[in-house]
T-cell receptor, first 117, second 111 residues
Framework: AQKITQTQPGMFVQEKEAVTLDCTYDTSDQSYGLFWYKQPSSGEMIFLIY??????QNATEGRYSLNFQKARKSANLVISASQLGDSAMYFCAMRGVEIQGAQKLVFGQGTRLTINP | EPEVTQTPSHQVTQMGQEVILRCVPI?????FYWYRQILGQKVEFLVSFYNNEISEKSEIFDDQFSVERPDGSNFTLKIRSTKLEDSAMYFC?????????FGAGTRLSVL
């Protein structure tokens, strides 16, 4: 079974600093996908970035990058030049085993990021 | 940009009542999901749906829950007799194949 661990319940960062949110995972699958979602206080889940297990390059999307270390089974999210609007809950998730083409996501507990002005 | 739409945004119901949560997935997506997030906790998978049938369901998805795609656009989650512990945010998600796009959620409050 897949498992996602986010060990930082809360992070406080000064505006404009870079921040790294930790995520480790456990799976016996050879092929898997890792996701990061942002959940602001309004509650919606916003897709940020995706990394496939066979992707050789770390994924990047604007100010977001994913530091993928396969041997360590870690997929940390790096946010560069943090902004006040980045304050939110962040969830790491893993795509589960495919069943009839559908693949559920398994989520970590989340990290609450607070950006201070 | 296409998005997953969920209605209502907030549903208040009495314990024992039936509720139907509605979702309109992105139109060309093939796979549909419901997840639940109890306040302050992580997001939990409930059920996946493909080709008009359930692909997988979690242990949370007991006989009180059902899903349906009554027409080509809507995807619904029904809870037959709500309990206090069903109070949560319910998210619908859809995917073409890889990646999942979430709706804004329905906050269900059972009194």
């Amino acid at each position: 079974a897949q498992k996602i661990t986010q060990t930082q319940p809360g992070m406080f960062v000064q505006e404009k600093e870079a921040v790294t949110l930790d995520c480790t995972y456990d799976t016996s699958d050879q092929s898997y996908g890792l996701f990061w979602y942002k959940q602001p206080s309004s509650g919606e889940m916003i897709f940020l970035i995706y990394q496939g297990s066979y992707d050789e390059q770390n994924a990047t999307e604007g100010r977001y990058s994913l530091n993928f270390q396969k041997a360590r089974k870690s997929a940390n999210l790096v946010i560069s030049a943090s902004q006040l609007g980045d304050s939110a809950m962040y969830f790491c998730a893993m795509r589960g085993v495919e069943i009839q083409g559908a693949q559920k996501l398994v989520f970590g507990q989340g990290t609450r990021l607070t950006i201070n002005p | 940009e296409p998005e997953v739409t969920q209605t209502p945004s907030h549903q208040v119901t009495q314990m024992g009542q039936e509720v139907i949560l509605r979702c309109v997935p992105i139109s060309n997506h093939l796979y549909f999901y419901w997840y639940r997030q109890i306040l302050g906790q992580k997001v939990e998978f409930l059920v996946s749906f493909y080709n008009n049938e359930i692909s997988e369901k979690s242990e949370i998805f007991d006989d009180q829950f059902s899903v349906e795609r009554p027409d080509g656009s809507n995807f619904t989650l029904k809870i037959r007799s709500t309990k206090l512990e069903d109070s949560a945010m319910y998210f619908c998600a859809s995917s073409p194949w890889d990646g999942q796009y979430f709706g804004a959620g329905t906050r269900l409050s059972v009194l």
